[in-house]
């Protein structure tokens, strides 16, 4: 998920009633639905326990939740499956094609590729080893990729829709403050998700400027990333949030700091922030990387699927029970309506709005 991005720290404001430019790009049971081609793929299906897998992470699978997260659901996938993953920790996306070719050549039959980043080499590697079945976690912007290539997109305007009802149900002003890292699509839809929660969700509910946010520019910039969550507190933001990656760690410490409400996502930031995280909004790794296991075990997996992990699926929900705001009640309240909302199809949540920085 995470690309190299530099540059100045930008702060957009939202009004509750702003319409966003719709621009496209790409914890429960593990039934997701799968788009592309009806045959299973026509990479190699090896009989259980002998596949050879990889999978390679953009960051370090013990600092960063994402990747440790996914590091720890790979490694539940791979045991249930009775194999070893071999994984490459901290892989630059401009060395990513010729890792993934050196891997194919090696003779792994399964190749996960644990960031939207990837996607690029992904796709440019996959057609060359056509026996190989290729994996993207996170998402995806195609809707035709080769036929040895499935991914599990997130539904990230859906997370951003639960992180913002969360917000703007606890914040007393409907002020509320989202530090964001640089604008790749998952962040920018999730910032679009966050924005469509302002309109109609709490007590941002028809207020101008809402939502406050600023990109950093930096997934590492733990610096940069504080500055940016106190500046958003000084505009008069009382709940805070972030997309910000290995840099989210700061902003949580500047709601420690000022004693300001948190809402985490992505992963459960419980630990990193007792006595402010209200609630997490956590992609459940597990339940979709078990679902890629049974697919692959039973070499079911779709020549060109793309499945979901959203809320319909159980790849979304809440961390239980809300916590350290006085109206937790509330809170729930909300994002169960949300949920059943999103679930009965009540509450459609646009797919393609970004904001962009």
Partial sequence: MRKNFRGTTKTVLVGGLLAMAAV??????????ASGGGAASGAASPAAGTHKIAAVFSGSVTASGWDRDGKAALDAMASTMGVKASTIESLAYDKASQTLDRLANQGYDIIIA??????????EVAPKHPKTQFILFSDISTTTPPPNVAAWKINWNELGYLVGTAMCTISPTGNVGHVSSAPIPAFTRLAGGLAQATESEGNCKGKKDALKITFTGSFTDAALAKSAALSILGKGADVLSDGADAAGKAVVASAIEKKIPYVGGLFDVAPDGP?????????????????????????????????????????????KPVKIVPNAADVTKALDSAISRIKDGSLSIDPKREIKG
């Fill in 114 to 123: 644990h960031s939207s980043g990837f996607e690029p080499s992904v796709l």
């Fill in 24 to 33: 496209g790009c790409g914890g429960g049971s593990s039934a997701t639905t």
């Fill in 275 to 319: 006595g402010v995280v209200a609630t997490s909004i956590p992609i459940n790794f597990n339940s979709a990387y078990a679902e890629m296991g049974k697919l692959l075990s039973d070499g079911t997996i779709k020549q060109g699927g793309i499945y979901d992990v959203d809320v319909k699926s159980g790849g979304l929900d809440y961390t």
